[in-house]
């Protein structure tokens, strides 16, 4: 990770740290060799919703992984032309919609003639279902308003520097629903990117957010304890691809009092594999395989 400005201090409230310490959601202690922690609630994040089932960041997709007992919806954000927040993981339309083009050239009125769900039943004739045909692609604030304030999300700021602006666009949303603080079981949002500017600029915005350095390592993955130590004064967790982490590392940002929640993981081998490292959480395309693995299945 590139160094950046080094943040004042690390600011999160010892009440949010409370909250999340009492549910598991955050390692007991980073002082401790191995940190004590309730791992009775270990995180299945519906990535892009159910997204092995029905189309990625669509509103079906988000209500199966809510169905299928997901404990975060994953939203990424795009950014129209007049400042929306659509849920999207592509600067462009062309991959998930019947349209062309980048999103930042896309005014939310056109975004929303653009059909999100048929490529999905082309792509999976084996899960087609009429229902997606059609189906238009979600603003983040529809989502909250479809899933409601005791839904909890995993945004993504995706290409920060592709919309400039849209951290504040995001925070106004949260604050305007009243998701930026914690409830008895844990943090209502999740605020995640691979920018770590991005971060920096919501951590500065609101100390309190609980924030996921995502890590893109072309390589196996290595971490330095300057690294988890710079972590730390921002964020309360990693996420990194899972194929590229060991027992090693997991332990690692563990024994640093950070989360570790590694994408994407499909099948049953590695979730276990994932879950006997000690990982706190993983996304998944499947949240009921990951349910099943959690509950012995
Ligand atoms: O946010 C975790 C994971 O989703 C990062 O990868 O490309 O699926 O957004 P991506
Ligand atoms: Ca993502």
Do not use: C
């Amino acid at each position: 990770m590139k160094r950046k400005k080094k943040i004042a201090a690390f600011t999160m409230s010892i009440a949010l740290v409370g909250s999340l310490l009492s549910t598991g959601a955050v390692p007991a202690s980073g002082n401790e060799k191995t940190p004590s922690m309730n791992t009775s609630k270990l995180l299945n994040v519906a990535h892009r919703g159910a997204s092995g089932h029905a189309p990625e960041h669509t509103i079906p997709s988000y209500q199966l992984g809510e169905e299928m007992k997901g404990d975060y919806i994953e939203v990424d954000l795009q950014m129209t032309k007049d400042g929306t927040l659509i849920a999207m993981h592509d600067e462009s339309v062309d991959r998930t919609t019947n349209g062309t083009g980048l999103v930042k050239d896309y005014t939310l009125e056109q975004i929303k003639e653009l059909d999100a769900g048929s490529w999905f039943n082309e792509k999976y004739p084996e899960k087609a279902d009429s229902a997606y045909e059609g189906i238009q692609v979600p603003t983040l604030e529809e989502v909250i308003q479809t899933f409601g304030t005791g839904a909890r999300y995993y945004i993504e700021t995706k290409s920060p520097d592709v919309y400039p602006g849209m951290e504040e666009e995001l925070l106004r949303v949260l604050n305007k629903y009243h998701l930026t603080g914690v409830n008895e079981r844990s943090s209502k949002v999740f605020i995640q990117s691979f920018s770590q500017e991005s971060l920096l600029k919501m951590h500065n915005l609101n100390p309190n957010l609980p924030l996921i350095q995502l890590i893109s390592y072309k390589e196996p993955a290595t971490i330095s304890e300057e690294e988890l130590q710079e972590l730390s004064e921002y964020a309360v967790g990693v996420g990194m691809s899972a194929s590229k982490i060991d027992e090693t590392y997991v332990q690692q940002v563990r024994n640093a009092g950070l989360l570790i929640h590694p994408y994407t993981v499909n099948d049953k081998e590695q979730m276990t594999r994932l879950l006997d490292w000690g990982v706190t959480g993983m996304f998944t395309n499947y949240p009921d395989v990951l349910n099943d693995v959690l509950h012995g299945k």
